[in-house]
């Protein structure tokens, strides 16, 4: 990817951090740049990412996407794949990852600090507010990458919070072999898959405690992974 991308790669790169500090450039606008170039960093590592069930996503804005978290390439699956805006709360660590920082910037997303629980709660408080206004995110439950390929590890009911707070549709996300294009030592073309599934809308979950949204919600990924490889056995 970064071969491929050596003579354009600066020039991307100028042009995210342009949004991340302009403030001419709208949230809107600044997504479909990095949406545009998530596509071409993609394609230049011979990325191929198979995208099911976009019609699962909800027609109006103001949801939250919960998948299981493989790997450093999660992020760029959903931009490559999403068709809406969207933000994400990624570990404070990431932050200081650069273009990872500046993409975070551009996109008006969320650092939270797992160790500091006021400032894990003032983020959670701040993404409730900005997805009752409309805004989507992206929140991994599992607050780190699995390290176990296509197994899940517990769903932290905390992450929930945010959704049950501003009452919006909760959409699972089984994400599939998302850990290779980074994880492994390997220049192999790969293929991601990545399955948007029916939202879960505040209604259904009203009643539950978080620590059963969360269980729930990493019942029906693992459901979804484990029937698409079931699938592919058999054909």
């Not at 992450?159 to 390997?186: G, R």
């Amino acid at each position: 990817m970064i071969i491929r991308l050596f003579w354009r790669g600066p020039y991307y790169f100028l042009k995210i951090w342009w949004c991340s500090i302009s403030s001419k450039v709208s949230y809107e606008e600044s997504f479909a740049i990095i949406k545009k170039v998530t596509q071409k960093a993609n394609r230049a590592g011979r990325v191929t990412i198979e995208a099911y069930g976009l019609e699962n996503i909800p027609e109006e804005d103001g949801f939250i996407f919960f998948p299981n978290h493989q790997g450093l390439f999660d992020v760029l699956v959903f931009l490559d794949s999403c068709p809406r805006p969207f933000s994400f709360v990624a570990k404070k660590e990431a932050s200081n990852i650069i273009l990872l920082k500046q993409i975070i910037r551009a996109l008006g997303a969320y650092a939270m600090d797992r160790e500091d629980l006021k400032q894990s709660m003032k983020v959670i408080c701040a993404v409730t507010e900005e997805v009752k206004k409309g805004k989507n995110f992206l929140i991994f439950p599992e607050g780190t990458r699995s390290r176990t390929g296509n197994q899940l590890i517990e769903f932290k009911g905390g992450s929930f919070k945010s959704a049950t707070k501003a009452k919006c549709p909760i959409v699972p996300c089984a994400l599939i072999d998302s850990y290779k294009p980074f994880d492994e030592n390997s220049i192999r073309p790969v293929s991601v898959k990545l399955f948007y599934m029916p939202p879960i809308y505040y209604e259904e979950y009203k009643n539950m405690k978080t620590v059963e949204i969360a269980a729930e919600v990493k019942k029906r990924i693992e459901e979804t992974i484990k029937e698409y490889f079931v699938n592919l056995k058999e054909n």
